[in-house]
């Protein structure tokens, strides 16, 4: 079993940053790529950013220039660095692993339960 617990949402004002955090844990063999999904009131789920296990990165254009994603694979933890957030990056965020576990050596994606990000003054 695998589980993905995302952390550091909250109330930000406009201009703000807040620094997202996703540890995967379970019987992992191997992460290959992680990324981070939001959905706000009313929307669909969409894709923000993405990081593979060689550290390749890339971002929503919605995003671009504003948020990091990084990865810990010591920790297998991917971050958000989320800057200059705006009221409409306020959205209920995702974490997303594609991942193998030791007992199914093939890709399979992970989603953690989610964290509240909301921007407003």
């Known amino acids: 079993q695998v589980q993905l617990v995302e952390s550091g949402g909250g109330l930000v004002q406009p201009g703000g940053s807040l620094r997202l955090s996703c540890a995967a844990s379970?019987?992992?063999?191997?992460?290959?790529?992680m990324g981070w999904y939001r959905q706000a009131p009313g929307s669909q789920r969409e894709w923000v950013a993405a990081i593979t296990s060689g550290g390749s990165t890339n971002y929503a254009d919605s995003v671009k220039g504003r948020f990091t994603i990084s990865r810990d694979n010591a920790k297998n933890t991917v971050y958000l660095q989320m800057n200059s957030l705006k009221p409409e990056d306020t959205a209920v965020y995702y974490c997303?692993?594609?991942?193998?576990?030791?007992?199914?050596?093939?890709?399979?994606?992970?989603w953690g339960k989610g964290t509240l990000v909301t921007v407003s003054s």
């Open positions: 997303n692993a594609n991942l193998q576990t030791t007992g199914w050596l093939h890709g399979m994606d992970y």
């Open positions: 379970g019987s992992i063999f191997s992460i290959n790529a």
